[in-house]
């Protein structure tokens, strides 16, 4: 099991971003078309995600002219460029299936406000 696990560390990807689930994030996805590669953005929200190691994947949402859509991706792809957390969402579920239903602003994830650090000390 050791030299399984030392071969798939090889190819896990080092800098990922903490994803939960609700955020609004972007994945920079590379595609091949004939003999050139783009990079072309995927941003919506992110409502699964299941496995660990090189197996991992998440499943993003969003909606695009009135039409719902819906992509899995690999975390540790070749294929993903980078991936960018655009906003924290606040969610209380691990899935948000139920987001497939809502249409319109019922269909919005709550956004997570930080709180901000006080630089002052209290005496």
Do not use: N, W
């Given at each position: ?5 030392l071969m798939e560390?090889?190819h896990?990807?080092k800098e990922i971003?903490?994803l939960?689930v609700?955020?609004t ?11 050139k ?10 409502i ?5 190691g090189?197996?991992?994947?998440f ?7 009135g ?6 991706f690999l975390?540790?792809s070749?294929?993903i460029?980078r ?6 969402g606040k969610?209380?579920?691990?899935k948000?299936?139920y987001l497939?239903?809502k ?11 930080e709180?901000?650090?006080?630089k002052?000390?209290?005496v």
């Amino acid at each position: 099991m050791k030299q399984i696990d030392l071969m798939e560390s090889a190819h896990l990807k080092k800098e990922i971003p903490e994803l939960k689930v609700g955020d609004t994030i972007c994945v920079y996805v590379k595609i091949k078309e004939e003999d050139k590669v783009r990079i072309q953005a995927f941003e919506g929200t992110l409502i699964a995600k299941r496995g660990k190691g090189p197996k991992a994947t998440f499943t993003m949402r969003k909606v695009s002219y009135g039409e719902g859509l819906e992509r899995t991706f690999l975390l540790h792809s070749p294929s993903i460029d980078r991936i960018e957390v655009v906003r924290k969402g606040k969610a209380r579920r691990a899935k948000l299936y139920y987001l497939r239903e809502k249409v319109g602003k019922k269909s919005k994830v709550a956004q997570k406000l930080e709180k901000a650090q006080s630089k002052t000390k209290k005496v």
